[in-house]
């Protein structure tokens, strides 16, 4: 999902946290008053340098007094970095030597239990975020959307023409035997190969698995069996889902060559829906930002940028039509971050929408799956393949959403943000919408540390053996995970507890605020992000126009800055969000364009593109 500086889902009141959930919280909190107590202890009892024999009962006496004060100290030191040196000094004692004769012994052998393997893959926390607003959906998960047919739809004669058609469209041509998955596939694969030297947005080509699934499509619909939408249709998962016989690398050196046998439940229903899986995409190293082991991924848009955020494969492979959709995933930023820079449609959903076992794990009450794709469109259809209950992902439900291709968009009334490009805004209006004026009003002020701390802690506690072992010493970008989870170290355990609270506070402000069925305004604006993460709320990143790049070339380019916009909606809403962005694409034509991969302008060359470290930090999990 970006990770700025503290500037890129919380309980409710009916979430229930059990005794098991507490003493694991604990457990991964206090470790840092426990070590730093195991140093002071060392520190005073270690031998002098330059020892002198005592000579007398005095000297004894005045030694022993010596290493107890400056034991003291130390653990007068430590308490203070977690605000709580307010102790006198028979209490420290008494702390001391709990921590030594009872803590310690809690801390290992939970750590043994849960925490030998990294990645967050088994042993789920059973504290569970729940995003409902006690919102009640008009129809049960079992009634699937209802897509629009697409009627006399021709197969373009250019495969660039091909490579930038909808999933409906594609699907369209399929179903009537235009095109076979196996051209198709063997289409985006000779795509994937050109142009990934340039994007660097590829981690693993699946083609044996693809040529095997594109040629097991076109074997069903010769016998008159058609699965849906997306049979045939290739695609690409960010590498931190797993796909049995294939790396998943989680981006980070650490586990480059690391193949993880397990199905996730995401590429379990594409499976099941006739997919065509062609690659595995960049992830940023264990989801943060665009950099990862082999390099960093590129804006299609402009190659001087980098895509931002760690869902940069599904990002910049969706923009430069090398798929036609990709699944990514976000804690904090990373699907609306790198889909804002690379100028796509991209959906984050409500949290728990979409199943995640088999994807590694960040923070359980903040990850998200979602779709990467041209248009809202195809989102919807993406998003309903996936959605619903994963039996093995305990914070995953049963999908309330209603059919956002039946939404009557002239019975909502919609708020802009100051923010909000007005396009969007006259579009919608035109269409029928009330659009008003709008402000999200909530006094918690905390909202982007409440996030570092719920994020840090949570995914310290998925990668603990990963930093106890030494392995962060080899990460890509050192101020990036290895410094923030040192700093997670001295977290307390009540603390996090009262940030969580804290977050409590801010989803009952935010629903008391949300007046409107849904609402406009940026989505890359940090604060805006952190809330929405912390609340559930889905957001559509959306197209709106392209803006010129700061000091061109003196030839002139055809390098773009993308404009967007974002469609929030409450949780369990993203049919609103959704049927509102297909109503403004339906009129506009931002989506359809087409980053300029082939001709970037007088005497530029995609071939060699400069190397320019780009600053934006992004980052997110499922």
């Known amino acids: 999902m970006p990770k700025n500086k503290c500037p890129v889902q919380p309980p409710t009141p009916s979430t229930r946290v059990s005794g098991a959930t507490h003493t694991f919280n604990c457990s991964v909190a206090i470790i840092a008053l ?21 000579t007398t009962m005095g000297s004894k006496n005045q030694s022993h007094h010596s290493e107890t004060s400056s034991k003291l100290s130390c653990l007068r030191h430590t308490l203070g970095l977690l605000d709580a040196n307010f102790f006198n000094d028979k209490q420290v004692e008494e702390i001391d030597k709990a921590a030594e004769e009872f803590n310690v012994p809690i801390i290992v052998a939970d750590r043994k239990l849960v925490a030998s393997e990294n990645g967050g893959l088994r042993y789920p926390s059973p504290l569970i975020f729940n995003a409902d607003w006690e919102y009640q959906p008009l129809h049960s998960e079992s009634k699937k959307f209802e897509y629009p047919s697409i009627s006399k739809i021709q197969r373009p004669e250019s495969e660039e023409d091909i490579a930038f058609m909808s999933v409906l469209e594609l699907g369209a041509l399929i179903k009537t035997k235009q095109i076979t998955s196996q051209e198709l596939t063997q289409i985006f694969l000779r795509r994937l190969r050109k142009y990934n030297p340039v994007l660097e947005a590829v981690i693993t080509f699946t083609e044996e698995l693809a040529h095997k699934q ?10 008159g069996v058609y699965l849906g939408p997306l049979h045939g249709i290739p695609y690409g998962l960010k590498d931190i889902i797993a796909v049995p016989g294939y790396k998943t690398t989680w981006g980070s050196t650490s586990f480059k060559n690391q193949v993880i046998d397990m199905e996730a439940w995401v590429y379990k229903r ?3 829906a006739g997919a ?9 190293s264990l989801a943060y930002d665009d950099i990862w082991f082999g390099g960093r991924t590129r804006n299609p848009w402009n190659i001087e940028e980098f895509s931002t955020g ?4 599904p990002a910049a492979s969706t923009s430069a039509g090398l798929v036609p959709f990709a699944i990514g995933s976000e804690t904090a930023g990373s699907i609306t971050y790198p889909s804002a820079r690379c100028g796509i449609t991209a959906l984050r959903p409500t949290f728990g929408t979409v199943g995640r ?3 590694m794990s960040i923070s359980e009450s903040l990850d998200k799956l979602g779709p ?21 992902d305990h914070s995953s439900k049963v999908s309330s959403l209603d059919d956002p291709f039946h939404v009557d968009i002239t019975k909502l009334t919609v708020g802009y943000l100051d923010d909000a490009e007005m396009e969007v805004v006259h579009v919608l209006e035109s269409k029928g919408v009330k659009m008003i004026p709008f402000k999200l009003n909530y006094t918690v002020d905390s909202a982007q540390g409440i996030l570092n701390v719920t994020m840090d802690v949570d995914m310290l506690a998925h990668f603990d053996e990963w930093q106890r072992s030494g392995q962060d010493n080899e990460y890509e970008a050192q101020e990036q995970w290895p410094t923030e989870l040192r700093r997670a170290r001295l977290i307390p355990a009540v603390d996090y507890m009262q940030a969580q609270r804290a977050r409590g506070r801010l989803i009952k402000e935010i629903k008391e605020s949300l007046t409107v069925d849904a609402f406009i305004g940026n989505a890359t604006d940090w604060e805006k992000v952190c809330v929405g993460n912390l609340v559930g709320f889905p957001v559509l990143v959306v197209p709106t126009g392209f803006a010129n790049i700061s000091k061109p070339p003196p030839g002139g380019t055809k390098r773009r800055t993308t404009v967007t916009t974002g469609i929030y909606a409450p949780p369990n809403r993203d049919h ?3 049927a509102l962005a297909m109503a403004y694409q339906s009129v506009t034509n931002h989506h359809k364009q087409r980053p300029p991969m082939n001709d970037l302008g007088p005497n530029e060359k995609i071939s060699d593109p400069p190397t320019v470290i780009y600053p934006a930090r992004v980052f997110g999990s499922p």
């Open 357 to 359: 076992t088999g994807v």
């Open 276 to 284: 065509v899986l062609v690659a595995k995409l960049v992830s940023g």
């Open 34 to 54: 426990t070590i730093v107590a195991f140093w002071c202890h060392a520190l005073v009892s270690a031998p002098p340098i330059l020892a002198l024999p005592h």
């Open 576 to 578: 609103i969000a959704l």
């Open 372 to 392: 990467f794709c041209r248009s809202a469109a195809d989102c919807a259809v993406v998003l309903d393949i996936i959605r619903g209950r994963d039996p093995h």
């Open 310 to 313: 760690s869902s940069a494969g």
């Open 270 to 272: 594409f499976k099941s």
């Open 214 to 223: 594109a040629k097991e499509a076109d074997e069903l619909l010769s016998q």
